[in-house]
Structures are given as C-alpha cells and as structure tokens.
C-alpha cells in the first residue's frame, strides 16, 4: 500500500509563504487523486485543496482560494502546496492524504480518502 509522508512546515510570519511537500512512496502515486487537509487546535480537520491524478482538475476551500497552489509531479511521486498570504488562521497541522486507488475525480471530503500521513505543522506568527 502506497505512503505519503509531508514536509515543509515550519513558523513563518503573517503574510509569509511556505511550500509544502507530500511524497509517495511508489509510483503508483501517480493514478490517484491527492489533496491537503488541515486541523487546528480544538477544531475538526478540514479540506483544503485537492487535485485529480492528471493534475488539470483543482479545487479549493474557499478560504485559501487566491493563496494557496495545488501542484503535483507523477515524475517524483509528489504533491505540493503553496501558500502565499499566510494568516494566522492557516496556522494548522496538515496532512496529505491519497484515495489510494484510481480516479481521476477529485474529492472534497476526507472519507473519500484512504491513506494519510502524519502531518507537518504550520505556525503563522509573529
């Protein structure tokens, strides 16, 4: 059963950007679709963005519409998440998770998704 393990997280300031990494581990990573959920402290976990294996289908929670990039490379078995604009409200543990089979749909809630990772943390602060 294919893995994924994030990185990437860290403290940044308010307005900062960080860049996410979620790495699979076997190629066949590359017919799935993937996305990033987040949970902050006291909250449930929450979707955030989500794209199709072909990599041409994305979708957003509307709260980081404009901010944050979902992206993917089939050649590396990885996803990225670029945020740009942080806010203290992103400040959150995420978590790549993989539907773990074939479909070139994308999914908004996490039930849809088989596999997860740890998480890594993301603090926004000054």
């Known amino acids: 059963q294919v893995q994924v393990v994030e990185s990437g997280g860290g403290l940044v300031q308010p307005g900062g950007s960080l860049r996410l990494s979620c790495a699979a581990s076997?190629?066949?990573?590359?017919?799935?679709?993937m996305a990033w959920f987040r949970q902050a402290p006291g909250k449930e976990r929450e979707f955030v963005a989500t794209?199709?294996?072909?990599?041409?289908?994305?979708d957003y929670t509307g709260s980081v519409k404009g901010r944050f990039t979902i992206s993917r490379d089939n050649a590396k078995n990885t996803v990225y998440l670029q945020m740009h604009s942080l806010k203290p409200d992103d400040t959150a543990v995420y978590y790549c998770?993989?539907?773990?089979?074939?479909?070139?749909?994308?999914?908004?809630?996490?039930?849809?998704?088989?596999?997860w990772g740890q998480g890594t943390q993301v603090t926004v602060s000054s």
């Open positions: 998770a993989t539907t773990g089979y074939y479909s070139n749909a994308y999914y908004t809630r996490a039930r849809d998704y088989r596999i």
């Open positions: 076997d190629r066949t990573f590359s017919s799935y679709t």
């Open positions: 794209i199709n294996w072909t990599g041409d289908g994305t």
